[in-house]
């Protein structure tokens, strides 16, 4: 697989984007971070697995999901944002939390400005048996989503290198109404947060068919951000316009939405299921043995030059359309 490999140190040393084989970082500690696509399949075998059984909202299975990412936010060194990790709220009378971490940004003057990205990691526990089976595991819906947040985190936590904060977010009860999104864009605003963007990753466990750009975004004509982006990652195209998108107006039914309607930002979500290339929506065959690792091993890599420039750019150049 050819893929970036991404060089960025901590002591001063130089930024560089060369080709290789896996994608790490080295710090001045020799620290080596990679998003490799053994390690994508890990993640993705545990959150897809029946033992967290489609892990629906207020359940006990989709606290050991919450655990696990919690685990991997500390490890990062991601601060919580409130007092844990943990945002909680109720839907009805469902007790369901949004796993909330920070990579701080570094400059005294941009670090006050926020990047969210986030993916919603419930799903919708059980669907119509087939063979015996009735566990919606998830795993493009969206495990996928979740583990590309993951192995995001784990650069800009570890590297620490961001000059504008970004919060990573995982998100309940998207499949509820995007209740998750909902609650925590409310409590932003309401602090006063200074929201650049929100980037939303779903469905990106298999790739498209036939494109010329590695993955669609909901809300296309809605900012500049998919040209500013593929300009930010070398020209490479990267985020691109898929036409069933604006079609099933997929910009207001993700977890995106609810922070556009909340900021009026560049809010929008990344997506590579293409209504072809993927049959198993809201289906028990959604397993991780039909994710392409290698895949999204090279999507999430290719999203990282696009997004450090975006924490690191003096003005906040992604804007939305008049």
Known sequence: MRKNLFLLAIAGLSTMILSSTSAFAQTSENT?????????????EYLASDELAGRNTGSSEIDLAAEF????????????????YRDSFMIGDLH????????????????DEYIVIGAHYDHIGKGKPVGGDEIANGANDNASGTV???????????????????????????????KGSEHLAKKLKKEGLDLYA??????IGVPMKAKDYMAYITGYENSNLAEKFNEYSGGKQVLGFLPQAKQLNLFKRSDNYPFYQEFKVP????????????????HVDDEAEFM???????????????LFKMADTEGKEIKLTD
Not at 69 to 84: A, C, D, M, V
Not at 156 to 176: P, Q, T
């Open 96 to 111: 369901a939390f949004n796993i909330v971490g920070v990579a701080e940004g570094i400059d005294e003057e941009l670090k």
């Open 292 to 306: 392409d690792f290698e895949h999204m091993a090279r999507l999430i890599d290719s999203l990282l030059p696009g």
């Open 32 to 44: 080596e971070i990679e998003i490799s696509a053994s390690e994508v399949k890990e993640a993705m």
């Open 267 to 282: 809010s929008q979500t990344i997506c590579t299921f293409d209504f072809t290339n993927y049959p198993y929506y809201h």
């Open 148 to 178: 590309g947040v993951i192995e995001l985190a784990k650069y800009f936590g570890v590297l620490k290198e961001n000059k504008r904060s970004v919060m990573f977010v995982l998100f309940s009860g998207e499949e509820k109404g995007l």
């Open 69 to 84: 990412i919690e685990s991997k936010f500390n490890e990062f060194g991601l601060r919580p944002h409130f007092e844990t």
């Open 198 to 203: 929100m980037i939303n990753l779903e469905m």
